[in-house]
């Protein structure tokens, strides 16, 4: 029997700046297919779902929330948990 695998994706919406005047929603370009995806990755052992988020957006986009001023920034919320793809 196997240990199953916790995964996280994030859905990253930036709200209205000085490039874009609506809210947008981030993705990236996945490296094996070239197709577009949110954020995310694998849990990784001794590592918590929040900081398994702040790792994967900073891995995958460059983002460090840890650095941004906390008045420039929303914690990351809960939109869902789903057990079944």
Partial sequence: MCTPS???DLI???EED???NHPHVWVVQRKDTGQLATVGGFVQVGET??????RE????TGLDLSSTPS????EPQLF???SDP
């Fill in 12 to 14: 990253l919406v930036v």
């Fill in 57 to 60: 957006l900073k891995e995958e």
């Fill in 18 to 20: 000085h490039h874009h």
């Fill in 71 to 74: 008045h420039h920034r929303n």
């Fill in 49 to 54: 779902a929040e900081q398994a988020v702040h």
């Fill in 6 to 8: 916790l995964a996280v």
């Fill in 80 to 82: 869902g948990l789903y």
